[in-house]
């Protein structure tokens, strides 16, 4: 549990610390997949690590046994057998257990994205068409699912049929090989030694295939965990005093992927002083939004340097809304000040919509603001902006809903 725990928490960290390109890799989807199916089972790793090896030491014991009582040719060669049918069991099951996760985390992707533009979808009446999608991706994990849980079959028969053809072999090696006499106490010492051995069999596979589970999430886990963080020393932060300025930029050069030649936003100098309003204005996909997750250290600089002053309060483009009431998400973890508070929602234009609403400030938003339409949600975006006291306000089109 323990182990599980911080793995959930060292994948959220990680994902308010993923670089760009990071979040490209990984989608929500995945991150939940992550914290639901390889955290759980990296989490029961520790249980069976122990099962497997207390399991194993059982049977040297009980294989040390057969030794000393009929021979070794007589108890290793059936033993090396059921060895050999178990050996390709392993890499079978790890490549249909690989693949069952990619197929799962492609599928995962695929939801978030069709939930997350659920209503472009309704107004193309394009359900159809993506539960097809869906149903295809699901095929594909079925299929890797059903293909595992074969294999399975396989290391089930092998367990039941081994007692019985291990000490079949023991008996005929002994008569051959003329290694131990079967009399009444050798038969029963080996028939005693194997179904003590039983549990051990049935113990391994299921060890192994759980080991087996874990390095595939181990390697996923890893590969998320070591991927590129966002530069804390990319935005220099003095403090508010030592400059007129608010925000300065000289020689900037940025881009969203760092691997590719293309830069996103270059050749960036400005000088903001404190108290100035600055409009940023351009064509679609010129760079505006760019801009302001430079000054936020969001994107990564190439070269040059940038300087704020302050802190930042931003107000994106797409609507941020928490769970919970209005006042909480204006609050946003922050003491209540009646008159900075009453403040915050008349200039941002929310108090005719508190009074609307049955329960003002205290209505409960719903997930992603539900309950909310688009203007108020930038509004209450707006108040929590404002409440915060910062010292610069990044607002990225606010007034786009």
């Given amino acids: 549990m323990r182990m599980r725990s911080a793995l959930t928490v060292a994948v959220y960290q990680k994902q308010l610390k993923l670089s760009s390109l990071g979040r490209q890799r990984h989608s929500i989807g995945e991150v939940v997949n992550y914290i639901a199916v390889d955290a759980y089972r990296m989490g029961e790793f520790p249980m069976w690590f122990h099962v497997g090896w207390s399991s194993g030491l059982l049977l040297v014991l009980a294989i040390s046994v057969l030794f000393a009582v009929v021979g070794v040719l007589p108890s290793l060669v059936p033993l090396l057998i059921c060895g050999f049918l178990n050996f390709p069991f392993a890499k079978i099951i790890q490549k249909c257990q690989s693949e069952f996760m990619n197929a799962q985390d492609k599928r995962l992707r695929a939801m978030s994205e069709i939930l997350n533009n659920m209503k472009i979808i309704k107004l193309q009446s394009w359900e159809e ?50 290694s131990a006499a079967l ?21 391994v596979p299921d060890a192994l295939s759980t080991l087996i589970q874990v390095k595939v999430s181990f390697n996923r886990m890893n590969s998320f ?57 351009g064509v679609v996909g010129a760079g505006k939004s760019s801009f302001l997750h430079a000054i936020l250290g969001d994107i990564q600089k190439m ?49 005719k919509d508190i009074e609307s609403f049955d329960y003002g400030d205290l ?19 707006l108040a929590r902006a404002v409440y915060s006291d910062a010292d610069i306000y990044l607002l990225d089109d606010p007034l786009v809903q």
């Fill in 129 to 178: 068409k993506f539960k097809n999608l869906i149903g295809s991706y699901r095929e594909i994990e079925f299929k890797w699912l059903a293909e595992s849980q074969f294999k399975k079959i396989y290391s089930v028969l092998l367990f039941w049929m081994c007692p019985t053809i291990v000490s079949s072999f023991i008996f005929f090696g002994c008569i051959i090989f003329q």
């Fill in 225 to 281: 965990l070591q991927e590129d963080e966002i530069k804390q020393d990319d935005t220099v932060r003095p403090p508010l005093g030592e400059s007129d300025t608010t925000v300065h930029i000289e020689s900037g050069n940025f881009s969203w992927d760092p691997d590719s030649a293309t830069l996103t936003i270059q050749n960036v100098n400005i000088a903001i002083e404190r108290g100035k309003k600055v409009a940023v204005c």
């Fill in 183 to 203: 009399d009444a106490s050798t038969i029963f010492t080996v028939l005693v030694t194997l179904k003590s051995m039983c549990e051990s069999v049935r113990l």
């Fill in 363 to 381: 209505t409960e938003i719903g997930q992603r603001g539900l309950n909310m339409i688009g203007g108020q949600k930038q509004r209450i975006q």
């Fill in 303 to 351: 070269s040059g340097t940038v300087n704020v002053y302050g802190s930042i309060a931003y107000v994106s483009q797409a609507s941020w809304i928490q769970s919970g009431t209005v006042r909480e998400n204006i609050l946003f973890g922050k003491p209540m000040n009646k008159i900075k508070y009453e403040k915050a929602i008349k200039v941002s234009a929310l108090d």
